[in-house]
Nanobody, 124 residues
Framework: QVQLVESGGGLVQAGGSLRLSCAAS????????MGWFRQAPGKEREIVAA????????FYVDSVKGRFTISRDNAKNTVYLQMNTLKPEDTAVYYC?????????????????WGQGTQVTVSS
């Protein structure tokens, strides 16, 4: 069973940047797709970005395209989410998730394991 631990969240002003990290252990990290999701108060969890097992095939939700970048370092069993030009509407708890398969998927059901989440708060 894989374990995921996120870090890097915090409070930032609008226009600022944060980099989230998700360290994985316990499973063949490099064999599976990875995703970042977020959930704001009163809203459903939504996918933010995802990458296949190579990191070469990626997906971004429209609201973060051009601002966020997902990347993975399979040698370090870590996936990252670089978030630039942050907006107050990006405020949420961010979760990383390990996929059930190697290919990229955008649905929550395609992910088998979830981290505990890290809070990102963007002030205006």
């Amino acid at each position: 069973q894989v374990q995921l631990v996120e870090s890097g969240g915090g409070l930032v002003q609008a226009g600022g940047s944060l980099r989230l990290s998700c360290a994985a252990s316990g499973r063949a990290f490099s064999a599976y797709a990875m995703g970042w999701f977020r959930q704001a108060p009163g809203k459903e969890r939504e996918i933010v970005a995802a990458a296949d097992w190579t990191g070469g095939n990626t997906f971004y939700v429209d609201s973060v395209k051009g601002r966020f970048t997902i990347s993975r370092d399979n040698a370090k069993n870590t996936v990252y989410l670089q978030m630039n030009t942050l907006k107050p509407e990006d405020t949420a708890v961010y979760y990383c998730a390990a996929g059930r398969f190697s290919y990229l998927t955008k649905v929550t059901g395609g992910y088998a394991t979830w981290g505990q989440g890290t809070q990102v708060t963007v002030s205006s």
